[in-house]
């Protein structure tokens, strides 16, 4: 396996619980398992999304010692409405119901086992008068 381009970790007292979720939930697949530490990307994706156990000494204390995430990570899927459907189903909350923003985005928020925030995002086509009232000047200074 060819080394990611890019990584983000999540932090976490339950390394295995999260993995299922993203694997479950989010189409990914774990590249290593040592237990305190996953890894997990999609496909042949050039990131991949670790997750390591808090307290490990491998993480910094400072680090170990925060509960609560504030990252956001954003995910994108081909079928926002049925990855809803899979995690109510599953018994996870969504934190916000899907919407369609103007902009070209279907989206909802929900958290992982570990708190983390995630943007579960699918591309839609955006409003045309959004486009034209917001992007149409940019292109002039492409």
């Known amino acids: 396996m060819q080394p990611a381009a890019f990584g983000a970790t999540v932090v976490t007292d339950r390394p295995a619980e999260v993995a299922t979720f ?4 989010l189409d990914l697949q774990v590249g290593i398992d040592l237990g305190w530490f996953v890894t997990l990307r999609r496909g042949t994706a ?6 390591c156990e ?4 491998t993480v910094p204390a ?3 010692a925060l509960t609560e995430s504030t ?5 994108i899927v081909d079928d926002v409405d049925k990855v809803a459907a899979t995690l109510e189903e599953g018994g996870v909350q969504l934190e916000s119901e899907p919407v369609t923003e103007v902009f070209g985005q279907r989206h ?3 958290r992982d086992p570990a708190g983390t925030w995630i ?6 086509e955006p409003d045309p008068e959004w486009v034209a009232a917001n992007l149409e ?3 002039d200074l492409a």
Request: negative net charge; proline residues 3%; without cysteine.
């Open 22 to 25: 993203y694997t479950q939930y």
């Open 46 to 51: 050039d990131w991949e999304l670790a997750i």
């Open 54 to 57: 808090r307290g490990h000494p």
């Open 62 to 64: 400072a680090v170990s």
């Open 71 to 75: 990252n956001v990570f954003g995910f």
């Open 108 to 110: 909802f928020f929900v």
């Open 119 to 124: 943007d579960v995002i699918q591309l839609v």
């Open 137 to 139: 000047s940019q292109e």
